[in-house]
């Protein structure tokens, strides 16, 4: 017997009964096409992440404060330690303190970061109009600032806030730049903020040498771990105590950030799983309720010479060719599903190739699987019997 | 060498959970030459249909031997036995048994499909099988758009498709009138002038007046055999 005429054996059994093939089928196309959403969901969740935390700046590691501030051992003489290792590029200092901006009658709770003059450079920051803090600046401790875009529509609405004296708690700034929008990270708006020299906060603002923060930009993606150890040997140096600082590298936050999405997308799975399962028993059931129906042409197929082989071939073809079928259309609608939760619920999607592969090879095994029993039970039936049926 | 050979055939088959058991044929022994053209008559429960389904290595008897071709049936596996079905019998029944969901040619080119013969060949032969049997002009009609006559044509040309040395019809005109009855009979009878043996079971007299060679069963014994030692009703 021919490979095609299996096939065709196949088509023209299933095609005996179009509607009932098609709800046959329901159970793995929705399995199926479950899949494809559910892993697409996560796939875009994860990249959506990924570029946000790029997004920050690339090749960071943090370095923060293991006590508090009272206690800090992370000041201004660690900077220039930090910046001198061979695999970090530059190092920036970040001191945040919450406050109230205010210019004329409008005021906003805000952070003000005390920062340097490469933050634009290590954390990604785009500008949007004016300059950024210059190195003057830090050296002089002077009065300038830089809004967050928020902070600034907030302030000055349609005004221009260039060469503008804005109020932070009793303190005046003058605006000399905006930062562009660097949107929503998921984590904490970066727009409404101020930047001010960190060298002015420290003496006006905090009164103390402390850094809150100090984010450190490796030579290169490949340097990330040897800067790592780097930056940590140094610390230890000049701190002598491995409980006075806490590092932290952005990969690190990449991970846990992809375990998560991880995670969902395996509990959505197990869900999939679950719906093929029961497509799976649906194709098994009919396949079972079809050998039944069909004990006469089984009966008349093995006296004209059909091998018990070939029996088993075409009923566990019919089932194979059913839940195949219905895989393909799950994968289809599994495409139309994550293109209409995008444009619906606007959370970004993308179709994984391998979940498509996946989808695919579930439902030929799901159909060989469910199929195997009816077609064993129609392959062993007696002819004799099969031809007395009525 | 004869065709078909049985050696002391029994048949018991067992019902009522195994309590009761029923001798469907007992001591049966015949020879069939080839090409002969035999009818074996009997009523119901005589044993005919038991013998047939033997006769055709559908089913297999209790003890005793069946030697068709030269071949020891008991000794052989079903693949085996499927392969003998599909190239040396032709099966003509009663109620037809064609697929209802295909057409006549569809129908008639099925043993091919078993044989692994390609699609192109198997058509042609299985139109030639239909012209054979007067229904070349029908070979697209389904089932059900045929008469009851024609039906069983579809079925000889389905029997004869795959060129059998043994037809075995199993009450071929039990669900027709005369006039169809006569016709499939001639049918048949032109079978076996090709050179194909034929048996026909039936419990018409009219049918088996057709062959020269009768057969007579009554509770799984043959009791009367027409020509018992003659053979070769060509001869």
Known sequence: ?390 | MSLIELKDVHKEYSTGRGSIRINALSSVSLTVEEGEFVSIMGHSGSGKSTLMNILGCLDRPTSGEYILDGYVVSKLSSDQLADIRNRTIGFVFQSFNLLQRLDAVSNVEMPLIYAGVSPRERRETAIKALEMVGLGDRTRHRPSELSGGQQQRVAIARALVSRPRLVLADEPTGNLDSAASREIMEVLRGLNSDGITVIVVTHEPEVAAYTPRVLKFRDGVCIEDSSAGLGGALA
């Open chain 1, 1 to 390: 017997m021919r490979p095609s005429d299996n096939v065709r054996l196949a088509m023209g059994g299933l095609m005996g009964s179009p509607f009932r093939s098609f709800l046959t089928t329901l159970g793995v196309i929705i399995g199926v096409s479950a899949v494809i959403i559910t892993v697409s969901i996560g796939t875009g969740a994860k990249r959506q992440t990924e570029s946000q935390i790029q997004r920050l700046g690339s090749n960071l590691i943090t370095v923060s404060s293991g006590y508090r501030s009272a206690y800090s051992k992370i000041t201004n003489r660690i900077l220039p330690a930090i910046e001198q290792c061979g695999s970090v590029r530059q190092a920036t200092p970040q001191i945040n303190r919450s406050g109230t901006a205010s210019y004329g009658s409008n005021a906003l709770s805000t952070t003000a970061i005390g920062t340097s003059a490469n933050y634009l450079e290590v954390r990604n920051l785009k500008m949007a109009r004016g300059v950024f803090l210059s190195d003057a600046d830090i050296d002089a401790s002077t009065w300038n600032c830089v809004l967050g875009a928020d902070l600034a529509t907030e302030l000055f609405e349609e005004e221009d806030p260039l060469g503008k004296r804005v109020r932070f708690d009793r303190v005046r700034f003058t605006v000399v730049g905006v930062a562009a929008s660097q949107g929503d990270t998921g984590f904490s708006s970066v727009d409404n903020v101020m930047f001010i020299p960190y060298t002015t906060m420290q003496k006006r603002l905090t009164g103390n040498k402390n850094i809150s923060t100090i984010s450190v930009q490796a030579a290169s993606d490949k340097e990330m771990d040897t800067a790592y150890d780097q930056v940590y040997a140094t610390l230890l140096l000049e701190t002598g105590d491995e409980r006075a600082f806490r590092l932290s590298n952005q990969a690190d936050v990449l991970d846990f950030a992809a375990s998560m999405t991880d995670t969902m997308t395996l509990l959505l799975s197990g869900i999939a799983a679950v719906s093929l399962l029961v497509g799976g028993i649906g194709i098994m059931n009919i396949m079972l309720v079809s050998v039944t129906e069909r004990i006469r042409e089984i009966g008349i197929r093995k006296a004209i010479g059909a091998k018990e082989r070939q029996i088993l071939a075409q009923f566990i073809m019919e089932a194979a060719t059913l839940s195949v079928s219905g895989g393909l259309l799950g994968i289809a609608f599994g495409f139309l599903g994550s293109r209409i939760i995008t444009r619906v619920f606007s959370w970004p999607t993308a179709v994984d190739t391998r979940s498509v592969v996946l989808g695919f090879s579930l439902s030929l095994a799901v159909g060989v699987f469910f199929g195997a029993y009816p077609a064993y039970k129609a392959a062993g039936l007696d002819p004799i019997e099969g031809l007395r049926h009525e």
